[in-house]
């Protein structure tokens, strides 16, 4: 089983971008079929799944994160990461990595998640 671990600025301006890196350990990034997301919880709310790149380098995204969302990943660092442009207050959230091989079926790792304040 991954091990997932995010790192990233715990503070971002309004109008800034917000970037979060996802270390994998325990395996690479590119094995079959896994597929590696970013996922958030913001203050009072329910999780929201925003995106995710697969083990061959494809990506998706939620429709309403689209414009403002970018995941890449870094093969020699077996890394991944989420950009998150134009933030705004409302994209205040606890930021998690979480990673699955078989699609539809509930995450086989989780990292303990990040919490991000958007704030001036």
């Known amino acids: 089983q991954v091990q997932l671990q995010e790192s990233g600025p715990g503070l971002v301006k309004p109008s800034q971008t917000l970037s979060l890196t996802c270390t994998v350990s325990?395996?690479?990034?590119?094995?079959?079929?896994?597929?590696w997301t970013w996922i958030r919880q913001p203050p009072g709310k329910g999780l929201e799944w925003m995106g995710a790149?697969?083990?061959?380098?494809?990506?998706r995204y939620t429709p309403s994160l689209l414009s403002r969302t970018s995941i890449s990943r870094d093969t020699s660092k077996n890394q991944f990461s989420l950009q998150l442009s134009s933030v705004t207050p409302e994209d205040t959230a606890l930021y998690s990595c979480?990673?699955?091989?078989?699609?539809?079926?509930?995450?086989?790792?989780w990292g303990q998640g990040t919490q991000v304040t958007v704030s001036s």
């Open positions: 979480a990673a699955k091989k078989t699609p539809g079926a509930a995450y086989d790792s």
């Open positions: 325990g395996g690479s990034i590119t094995i079959s079929y896994y597929t």
């Open positions: 790149i697969a083990y061959d380098g494809s990506t």
